[in-house]
Antibody, heavy 121, light 107 residues
Framework: EVQLLESGGGLVQPGGSLRLSCAAS????????MSWVRQAPGKGLEWVSS???????????EYAASLKGRSTISRDDSKNTLYLQIHSLRVEDTAIYYC???????????WGQGTLVTVSS | DIRVTQSPSSLSVSVGDRITITCRAS??????LNWYQQKPGRAPELLIY???TLQSGVPSRFSGSGSGTDFTLTISSLQPEDFATYYC?????????FGQGTKLEIK
């Protein structure tokens, strides 16, 4: 059974940093591209970042304009884990952050339950 | 960026109704259009990908159509478990933007 389990969310002050993790199981993690998608309270879905899944090759990464320069997506295929590091957090970064598995391009067939990031003083 | 615009933003419907939600892309995206369902407090779930391919396990009352810039999601006979918010997403090019969502509410 495919499972994605996010962790690392919490209350952070503006300007702070955090690292989100997504532990994957039930599939060959290394061959799948992965993404982070967030959802602010009461709002819609916003794509945040993606990383390719090509074992043996340098991963390619992409970021939403709202987080470019403040975030880093990475993966550790030996630990079946996806990461998202975010710096200089803003109040508007408050959201549930989901990790999602991509197949046949950027079609998200499995999602984690999400981790809540609250940026507030 | 290729944007997608959903309509309507909300729909008041009854069990058994046939409903259609539309999604329009700001430029042609071929058939690179997906539909997701999200229930309160839950993660989104993929319903349809590549405009018209039903994801495994999704009931056949859901269907998708369209290509280019105009797409539709149809639920042939609404069931109680279908009251949720639906999002389209273009997967043609990065950033893979989601529509604003369509919330189905009980009439």
């Amino acid at each position: 059974e495919v499972q994605l389990l996010e962790s690392g969310g919490g209350l952070v002050q503006p300007g702070g940093s955090l690292r989100l993790s997504c532990a994957a199981s039930g599939f060959t993690f290394s061959i799948y591209a992965m993404s982070w998608v967030r959802q602010a309270p009461g709002k819609g879905l916003e794509w945040v970042s993606s990383i390719s899944g090509i074992p043996g090759s340098a991963a390619t990464t992409e970021y939403a304009a709202s987080l470019k320069g403040r975030s880093t997506i990475s993966r550790d295929d030996s630990k079946n884990t996806l990461y998202l590091q975010i710096h200089s957090l803003r109040v508007e970064d408050t959201a549930i952050y989901y990790c999602a598995r991509a197949f046949a391009g950027w079609n998200y067939d499995y999602w984690g339950q999400g981790t809540l990031v609250t940026v507030s003083s | 960026d290729i944007r997608v615009t959903q309509s309507p933003s909300s729909l008041s419907v009854s069990v058994g109704d046939r409903i259609t939600i539309t999604c329009r892309a700001s430029q042609s995206i071929s058939n690179y259009l997906n539909w997701y369902q999200q229930k309160p407090g839950r993660a989104p779930e993929l319903l349809i990908y590549a405009a018209s391919t039903l994801q495994s396990g999704v009931p056949s009352r859901f269907s998708g159509s369209g290509s280019g810039t105009d797409f539709t999601l149809t639920i042939s006979s609404l069931q109680p478990e279908d009251f949720a918010t639906y999002y389209c997403q273009q997967s043609y090019s990065s950033p893979c933007i989601f529509g604003q969502g369509t919330k189905l509410e009980i009439k």
